[in-house]
């Protein structure tokens, strides 16, 4: 398993954005498939965007919620996978985790499926309040 930390939570009002990290301390990211998830309270883990690589080639994935308001990327060099989210709405309002893989895992049927990462981070606060 790989420590992972996120960070960028926070209050935010409807409409607004905010720019969740995820890094793995004191290592390179290297996992086949990273992934952000989200849980509100009294719900389940939803899958919100995952990036995977076959053959060195990335593929991004979202969940259906997003509707074009997220972006996930990765920067290498600072070790960081972020998590862009705009225009957000209480509705958002959850604790997001970041996950990593160990093996390869691509398609959308496979990367939004929790038990496919065995990394999780402890989880990073957004609540979406006016």
């Known amino acids: 398993q790989v420590q992972l930390v996120e960070s960028g939570g926070g209050l935010v009002h409807p409409g607004g954005s905010l720019r969740l990290s995820c890094t793995t301390p004191g290592r390179t990211l290297a996992s086949p498939a990273m992934a952000w998830f989200r849980q509100a309270p009294g719900k389940e883990r939803e899958f919100v965007a995952a990036?995977?690589?076959?053959?060195?080639?990335?593929?991004?994935y979202y969940g259906d919620f997003v509707r074009g308001r997220f972006n996930m990327t990765l920067d290498k060099p600072k070790n960081l996978v972020y998590l862009q989210m705009n225009n957000l709405g209480p509705e958002d309002t959850a604790d997001y985790y970041c996950?990593?893989?160990?093996?390869?895992?691509?398609?959308?049927?496979?990367?939004?499926?929790?038990?496919?990462?065995?990394?999780w981070g402890q989880g990073t606060q957004v609540t979406v309040s006016s």
């Open positions: 990036i995977s690589w076959r053959y060195r080639y990335p593929s991004t």
């Open positions: 996950a990593a893989a160990t093996k390869p895992v691509f398609g959308p049927d496979y990367v939004s499926v929790p038990n496919e990462y065995e990394s």
